[in-house]
T-cell receptor
Framework: GAGVSQTPSNKVTEKGKYVELRCDPI?????LYWYRQSLGQGPEFLIY????????DSGLPNDRFFAVRPEGSVSTLKIQRTERGDSAVYLC???????????????FGPGTRLTVL | GQSLEQPSEVTAVEGAIVQINCTYQ??????LSWYQQHDGGAPTFLSY????GLEETGRFSSFLSRSDSYGYLLLQELQMKDSASYFC????????????FGTGTKLQVIP
Protein backbone atom coordinates (compact mmCIF):
# COMPACT_ATOMS: atom_id res chain seq x y z
CA GLY A 1 0.00 0.00 0.00
CA ALA A 2 0.89 3.63 -0.12
CA GLY A 3 1.52 4.01 3.58
CA VAL A 4 1.88 2.13 6.83
CA SER A 5 -1.35 0.50 7.90
CA GLN A 6 -2.31 -0.83 11.31
CA THR A 7 -5.16 -3.02 12.42
CA PRO A 8 -7.36 -2.83 14.30
CA SER A 9 -7.76 0.91 14.64
CA ASN A 10 -9.35 0.43 18.04
CA LYS A 11 -9.20 -2.48 20.45
CA VAL A 12 -11.08 -2.75 23.71
CA THR A 13 -10.21 -5.67 25.94
CA GLU A 14 -10.54 -6.78 29.53
CA LYS A 15 -7.75 -6.89 32.04
CA GLY A 16 -5.88 -10.18 31.81
CA LYS A 17 -6.71 -10.87 28.16
CA TYR A 18 -4.27 -11.38 25.28
CA VAL A 19 -4.18 -8.99 22.32
CA GLU A 20 -2.41 -8.85 18.98
CA LEU A 21 -1.81 -5.66 17.05
CA ARG A 22 -0.81 -5.80 13.40
CA CYS A 23 1.37 -3.52 11.31
CA ASP A 24 1.80 -3.52 7.52
CA PRO A 25 4.84 -1.41 6.62
CA ILE A 26 5.48 0.41 3.38
CA UNK A 27 6.49 -2.09 0.71
CA UNK A 28 10.26 -2.39 0.46
CA UNK A 29 11.01 -0.89 3.86
CA UNK A 30 13.35 -3.17 5.76
CA UNK A 31 13.19 -1.37 9.11
CA LEU A 32 10.09 -1.47 11.30
CA TYR A 33 9.50 0.19 14.66
CA TRP A 34 6.86 -0.04 17.38
CA TYR A 35 6.10 2.87 19.70
CA ARG A 36 3.58 3.46 22.45
CA GLN A 37 2.00 6.87 22.96
CA SER A 38 0.05 7.88 26.02
CA LEU A 39 -2.21 10.92 26.07
CA GLY A 40 -0.24 14.16 26.08
CA GLN A 41 3.09 12.41 25.63
CA GLY A 42 5.46 11.77 22.77
CA PRO A 43 5.83 8.32 21.23
CA GLU A 44 7.88 5.95 23.38
CA PHE A 45 10.16 3.48 21.61
CA LEU A 46 9.37 -0.20 22.15
CA ILE A 47 11.20 -2.32 19.58
CA TYR A 48 12.95 -2.09 16.23
CA UNK A 49 13.26 -4.75 13.52
CA UNK A 50 15.78 -4.86 10.74
CA UNK A 51 14.41 -7.47 8.37
CA UNK A 52 13.08 -10.41 10.37
CA UNK A 53 15.19 -9.91 13.47
CA UNK A 54 14.55 -7.68 16.46
CA UNK A 55 17.65 -5.50 16.44
CA UNK A 56 16.70 -3.57 19.56
CA ASP A 57 13.93 -4.58 21.97
CA SER A 58 15.17 -2.52 24.90
CA GLY A 59 11.99 -0.47 25.02
CA LEU A 60 9.63 -3.36 25.72
CA PRO A 61 8.38 -2.67 29.26
CA ASN A 62 8.32 -6.29 30.45
CA ASP A 63 8.03 -9.88 29.27
CA ARG A 64 4.29 -9.56 28.68
CA PHE A 65 5.17 -7.70 25.49
CA PHE A 66 6.51 -9.51 22.45
CA ALA A 67 6.75 -8.71 18.75
CA VAL A 68 7.47 -10.75 15.64
CA ARG A 69 8.14 -10.09 11.99
CA PRO A 70 8.53 -13.60 10.55
CA GLU A 71 8.84 -12.73 6.86
CA GLY A 72 10.43 -9.32 7.13
CA SER A 73 7.27 -7.45 6.25
CA VAL A 74 4.15 -7.58 8.45
CA SER A 75 4.77 -7.35 12.18
CA THR A 76 2.58 -8.31 15.13
CA LEU A 77 2.89 -6.83 18.60
CA LYS A 78 1.57 -9.26 21.20
CA ILE A 79 0.58 -8.33 24.73
CA GLN A 80 -0.21 -11.03 27.27
CA ARG A 81 -2.20 -10.62 30.48
CA THR A 82 -3.09 -7.04 29.63
CA GLU A 83 -3.21 -4.47 32.40
CA ARG A 84 -5.06 -1.16 32.58
CA GLY A 85 -1.72 0.63 32.35
CA ASP A 86 -1.21 -0.84 28.88
CA SER A 87 -3.95 1.42 27.55
CA ALA A 88 -2.37 3.71 24.96
CA VAL A 89 -2.04 4.25 21.22
CA TYR A 90 0.41 1.80 19.71
CA LEU A 91 2.17 3.25 16.70
CA CYS A 92 4.09 1.42 14.03
CA UNK A 93 6.61 3.07 11.70
CA UNK A 94 8.79 1.86 8.87
CA UNK A 95 11.86 3.23 7.15
CA UNK A 96 13.80 2.28 4.07
CA UNK A 97 16.90 0.74 5.63
CA UNK A 98 17.79 2.35 9.00
CA UNK A 99 21.40 2.72 7.89
CA UNK A 100 21.50 6.40 8.76
CA UNK A 101 20.79 9.53 6.78
CA UNK A 102 17.75 10.90 5.01
CA UNK A 103 16.69 7.45 3.83
CA UNK A 104 15.90 6.58 7.42
CA UNK A 105 12.94 8.90 7.72
CA UNK A 106 10.33 7.01 9.70
CA UNK A 107 6.83 6.86 8.26
CA PHE A 108 4.17 6.26 10.88
CA GLY A 109 0.90 4.41 10.68
CA PRO A 110 -2.33 5.77 12.19
CA GLY A 111 -1.95 3.63 15.30
CA THR A 112 -4.09 1.21 17.25
CA ARG A 113 -5.87 2.65 20.25
CA LEU A 114 -5.84 -0.03 22.95
CA THR A 115 -8.18 0.29 25.91
CA VAL A 116 -7.90 -2.20 28.75
CA LEU A 117 -10.94 -2.19 31.01
CA GLY B 1 19.93 8.76 28.84
CA GLN B 2 18.10 11.18 26.62
CA SER B 3 15.71 13.96 27.61
CA LEU B 4 14.09 16.72 25.59
CA GLU B 5 12.17 19.73 26.85
CA GLN B 6 9.55 21.67 24.93
CA PRO B 7 6.84 24.13 25.94
CA SER B 8 3.58 22.28 26.42
CA GLU B 9 1.35 24.75 24.57
CA VAL B 10 1.68 27.68 22.20
CA THR B 11 -1.04 29.87 20.71
CA ALA B 12 -0.50 32.03 17.63
CA VAL B 13 -2.57 34.01 15.16
CA GLU B 14 -3.24 32.91 11.62
CA GLY B 15 -0.70 34.47 9.25
CA ALA B 16 1.85 35.08 12.00
CA ILE B 17 5.17 33.40 12.76
CA VAL B 18 5.71 31.04 15.70
CA GLN B 19 8.85 29.44 17.12
CA ILE B 20 8.78 26.18 19.07
CA ASN B 21 11.89 25.58 21.14
CA CYS B 22 13.53 22.32 22.16
CA THR B 23 16.42 21.79 24.55
CA TYR B 24 17.96 18.38 24.89
CA GLN B 25 20.32 16.34 27.00
CA UNK B 26 21.83 13.31 25.32
CA UNK B 27 24.65 10.88 25.97
CA UNK B 28 25.63 11.16 22.31
CA UNK B 29 24.22 13.49 19.69
CA UNK B 30 23.56 12.69 16.04
CA UNK B 31 20.85 15.14 15.07
CA LEU B 32 17.50 16.66 15.93
CA SER B 33 14.27 15.81 14.14
CA TRP B 34 10.86 17.44 14.18
CA TYR B 35 7.51 15.71 13.74
CA GLN B 36 3.98 17.04 13.38
CA GLN B 37 0.97 15.16 14.73
CA HIS B 38 -2.64 16.19 14.31
CA ASP B 39 -5.14 15.00 16.91
CA GLY B 40 -5.90 11.35 16.27
CA GLY B 41 -3.35 11.19 13.47
CA ALA B 42 0.07 9.73 12.86
CA PRO B 43 3.30 11.64 13.48
CA THR B 44 4.66 13.05 10.24
CA PHE B 45 8.34 13.81 9.71
CA LEU B 46 9.08 17.50 9.09
CA SER B 47 12.83 18.03 9.24
CA TYR B 48 16.19 16.82 10.48
CA UNK B 49 19.25 18.87 11.49
CA UNK B 50 22.58 17.15 11.94
CA UNK B 51 24.68 20.32 11.67
CA UNK B 52 24.37 23.78 13.18
CA GLY B 53 22.29 26.28 11.32
CA LEU B 54 18.95 26.78 9.70
CA GLU B 55 17.25 24.33 7.35
CA GLU B 56 14.33 25.72 5.37
CA THR B 57 11.51 23.70 3.82
CA GLY B 58 8.72 25.89 2.54
CA ARG B 59 6.92 27.61 5.41
CA PHE B 60 8.77 25.52 7.97
CA SER B 61 12.37 26.01 9.08
CA SER B 62 14.38 24.20 11.71
CA PHE B 63 17.44 25.47 13.55
CA LEU B 64 20.10 23.69 15.55
CA SER B 65 22.85 24.87 17.87
CA ARG B 66 24.82 21.87 19.09
CA SER B 67 26.94 23.95 21.45
CA ASP B 68 23.77 25.12 23.23
CA SER B 69 21.98 21.74 22.98
CA TYR B 70 19.09 23.68 21.52
CA GLY B 71 16.94 23.76 18.46
CA TYR B 72 13.73 25.27 17.27
CA LEU B 73 11.05 24.86 14.67
CA LEU B 74 9.88 28.03 12.96
CA LEU B 75 6.50 28.11 11.27
CA GLN B 76 5.75 31.06 9.03
CA GLU B 77 2.50 32.31 7.48
CA LEU B 78 0.56 30.22 9.94
CA GLN B 79 -2.54 28.48 8.68
CA MET B 80 -5.38 26.98 10.67
CA LYS B 81 -4.30 23.52 9.49
CA ASP B 82 -0.99 24.00 11.32
CA SER B 83 -2.84 23.46 14.60
CA ALA B 84 -1.26 20.24 15.82
CA SER B 85 1.31 18.87 18.24
CA TYR B 86 4.96 19.23 17.34
CA PHE B 87 7.62 16.91 18.70
CA CYS B 88 11.37 17.22 18.66
CA UNK B 89 13.24 13.93 18.67
CA UNK B 90 16.77 12.58 18.79
CA UNK B 91 18.14 9.24 17.62
CA UNK B 92 20.04 7.26 20.25
CA UNK B 93 22.74 6.07 17.92
CA UNK B 94 24.34 6.86 14.60
CA UNK B 95 21.22 5.67 12.85
CA UNK B 96 17.59 6.25 13.62
CA UNK B 97 16.89 2.94 15.26
CA UNK B 98 15.89 4.11 18.71
CA UNK B 99 14.41 7.57 18.73
CA UNK B 100 13.54 9.51 21.85
CA PHE B 101 10.71 12.00 21.45
CA GLY B 102 10.01 15.10 23.50
CA THR B 103 6.66 15.50 25.24
CA GLY B 104 5.42 17.71 22.43
CA THR B 105 4.14 21.26 21.98
CA LYS B 106 0.48 21.72 21.20
CA LEU B 107 0.11 24.61 18.76
CA GLN B 108 -3.23 26.33 18.48
CA VAL B 109 -3.66 28.71 15.57
CA ILE B 110 -6.46 31.21 16.09
CA PRO B 111 -8.15 33.46 13.51
Amino acid sequence: GAGVSQTPSNKVTEKGKYVELRCDPISGHTALYWYRQSLGQGPEFLIYFQGTGAADDSGLPNDRFFAVRPEGSVSTLKIQRTERGDSAVYLCASSLNAAGGASDTQYFGPGTRLTVL
Amino acid sequence: GQSLEQPSEVTAVEGAIVQINCTYQTSGFYGLSWYQQHDGGAPTFLSYNALDGLEETGRFSSFLSRSDSYGYLLLQELQMKDSASYFCAVPNSGGYQKVTFGTGTKLQVIP
